[in-house]
């Protein structure tokens, strides 16, 4: 009879510890399906941009103070292309519908300064925005239409003196829409892309250079840039 009482006590602690294995690897086993399932929805994209600058310049004034008109540059252009690395890490919110953000870094060559003539300087950005891509697909190609807003900061000076700049160029609005096409390769898919952007600039100036003025003496205007883009990203899926 002890034997026997033994024995089962033995067979009900053997099954208890099987009950508490099986109680601490299913709840593991549902948390890394559930990772792996949320991971699948993730993506990350690499893009290379250049950007072409078009229209004309349009130039407006405002009455700094009775006697003084100002003349700006509210739109103007680039006379050489701006080049841009993108990343983006992005969500798979369907078949179709992705949102992402994309960061990365640019740069505008041979920017002509407002106050000297043959002298340039080459502009840096770091633009930070949202993307919504939505997909359509074809035999062998996708055609994939997006849209993109953020800011794009920066920040170049012109005419430096004792208290600062006398002209200072920062960051702004980035707005965009574009169309393109891609291709899935494996695990990747490449892509060639092309589109309209548009980025504003603020301008600071300051008026220190002008008789009867100091450098505290100061305006700022935003000017609009036009683009085409045309851009080749490689996406891991």
Excluded at 114 to 141: C, D, E, G, K, Q
Excluded at 195 to 209: A, C, F, P, V
């Amino acid at each position: 009879m002890l034997n026997s009482s033994s024995f089962l006590l033995q067979f009900c602690s053997m099954r208890s510890h099987k009950t508490f294995q099986l109680l601490i690897l299913f709840p593991l086993f549902c948390h890394i399906s559930s990772f792996a399932q949320v991971a699948d929805k993730w993506f990350f994209e690499t893009e290379f941009i250049t950007k072409f600058s078009f229209g004309e310049d349009v130039r407006e004034e405002f009455l700094y103070e009775p006697g003084f008109t100002i003349n700006y540059l509210s739109t103007s252009t680039f006379e050489h292309p701006q080049f841009t690395l993108v990343c983006t890490p992005g969500l798979k919110l369907s078949n179709k519908l992705t949102a992402g953000i994309s960061t990365g870094i640019g740069i505008q060559l041979y920017e002509p300064s407002p106050l000297s003539a043959n002298v340039y300087a080459h502009r840096v950005m770091f633009p930070l925005y949202s993307r919504i891509t939505y997909s359509v697909y074809t035999r062998s190609w996708a055609i994939i239409p997006e849209g993109k807003l953020g800011y794009q900061f920066s920040n170049t000076g012109f005419g430096w003196t004792d208290e600062g700049f006398l002209y200072e160029v920062t960051g702004g609005l980035l707005a965009g829409l574009g169309v393109r096409f891609a291709k899935n390769i494996s695990n990747y898919m490449v892509s060639f892309s092309l589109g309209y952007e548009l980025n504003r600039y603020r301008s600071d100036w300051s008026l220190g250079w002008v008789p009867g003025y100091d450098y505290n003496d100061q305006y700022n205007f935003n000017t609009n840039y036009h683009f085409l883009w045309l851009g080749a990203g490689i996406k891991l899926k």
